[in-house]
């Protein structure tokens, strides 16, 4: 799949924009985090900010096209977690990944390694699931060096009724049909966490 330059500044606009309103929040310091956008399914293609780079001054140009595997296909350099998004875009069906470096998902990844548990909160609508008399456990998996076997993780771990999973010692990915739609279920998910958090 050929992507123009316009259509992949276009795809860098909206990830510049979603990734200064993250900053902004304090859950992608420095150059921490990423995000991605799906831009083709067959065959997979994504467009990834790129490493390195301050996530709160990103500009449209600041991306890399990168195929089903996570690997650059017009000579950028993405962020070393680009084959874990496109893991993630081809097991969920997701068209946007969000991975941010927060507080709570890293406490509660620690006070929590076998999955936080959700029910009777109202938030719990915002990833679509019932406010009462539903469990709905957020997992939270190993942190690896090896996207491939952090990828096998996440798969075996996820819940299809939660659109996110805790990296331990590490943060947060969450995902969406849209790039607005992951960032609700970022916020979201967030807000459960530094719920839980408070929770003792």
Do not use: C
Request: charged share 20%.
């Amino acid at each position: 799949m050929d992507l123009s330059r316009t259509e992949l500044e276009e795809a860098g606009a909206v990830l510049a924009a979603e990734s200064g309103r993250f900053a902004s929040f304090g859950w992608m310091r420095g150059t921490s985090g990423n995000l991605s956008t799906v831009v083709s399914r067959d065959p997979l293609r994504l467009v990834v900010t790129a490493s390195g780079h301050d996530k709160g001054e990103l500009g449209p140009s600041d991306v890399v096209l990168v195929d089903g595997a996570g690997a650059a296909l017009d000579g950028g350099t993405p962020s070393a977690e680009a084959a874990l998004h496109a893991r993630v875009a081809a097991l969920t069906g997701a068209g946007a990944v969000v991975h941010v470096h927060t507080v709570a998902s890293v406490a509660m990844g620690r006070r929590k390694p076998g999955g936080i548990v959700f029910r009777d909160l109202e938030m719990l609508k915002g990833v679509g699931q019932p406010a009462h008399d539903t469990e709905v456990t957020l997992p939270v998996i190993a942190n690896s060096q090896d996207m491939e076997e952090l990828g096998d993780r996440l798969a075996q771990a996820r819940d299809p009724r939660m659109p996110a999973v805790v990296v331990a010692g590490h943060g947060l990915y969450v995902w969406g049909a849209t790039p607005r739609q992951a960032r609700h279920h970022t916020e979201v998910v967030e807000w459960l966490l530094e719920f839980a958090l408070t929770q003792g």
